[in-house]
């Protein structure tokens, strides 16, 4: 069981990162699957040891943001993990803008810190996805 958890948690952090490299231009984690592998089970470590702790050490500032401080920690998890490993970079980027349906999205310069906030929101939403859609 306790094996059958954490393999699951990594498959899906393994096609959450593949995606969000496809999706965010500053986000890229190597080019051969092995990079990929080890990108995956560094970031897993990074969720199951160090989001713990700093979850623990801001849970005051969390309890009065009401939660909505919870996203600082993913950005300093994927952070630690960019530290961690070479073969995860995070780098600026220029997005050239988006229209869609009446809303207008200007181009603009991305800078790391950016990057690194779409990166981890991208992460999350991807592999929140895929759970909700396992436990259905």
Same mark, same amino acid.
């Given at each position: 069981?306790?094996?059958?958890? %954490?393999?699951?948690? %990594?498959?899906?952090?393994?096609? @959450?990162?593949?995606?969000?490299?496809?999706?965010? @231009?500053?986000?890229?984690?190597?080019? #051969?699957?092995? #990079?990929?592998?080890?990108?995956?089970? $560094?970031?897993?470590? /990074?969720?199951?040891?160090?989001?713990?702790?700093?979850?623990?050490?801001?849970?005051?500032i969390n309890l009065i943001t009401l939660g909505l401080f919870r996203w600082l920690i993913n950005?300093?998890?994927?952070?630690?993990?960019?530290?961690?490993?070479?073969?995860?970079?995070?780098?600026?980027? %220029?997005?050239?803008?988006?229209? #869609?349906?009446?809303? $207008?999205?200007? /181009?603009?310069?991305?800078? %790391?810190?950016?990057?690194?906030? $779409?990166?981890?929101?991208?992460? #999350?939403?991807?592999?929140?996805?895929? $759970?909700?859609?396992?436990?259905?």
């Amino acid at each position: 069981m306790f094996i059958k958890k %954490y393999l699951r948690l %990594y498959l899906i952090n393994l096609l @959450a990162i593949k995606l969000t490299g496809q999706l965010v @231009a500053g986000f890229s984690y190597g080019s #051969s699957f092995n #990079s990929l592998a080890w990108v995956t089970l $560094i970031f897993l470590f /990074a969720e199951v040891v160090l989001k713990p702790l700093a979850n623990l050490l801001l849970l005051p500032i969390n309890l009065i943001t009401l939660g909505l401080f919870r996203w600082l920690i993913n950005v300093l998890v994927l952070y630690a993990v960019t530290k961690i490993t070479p073969l995860l970079q995070i780098t600026p980027f %220029y997005f050239s803008g988006f229209e #869609s349906g009446g809303f $207008i999205f200007p /181009a603009t310069d991305i800078s %790391y810190l950016g990057a690194l906030i $779409i990166s981890s929101f991208c992460l #999350s939403l991807i592999s929140s996805f895929v $759970i909700w859609l396992i436990k259905k």
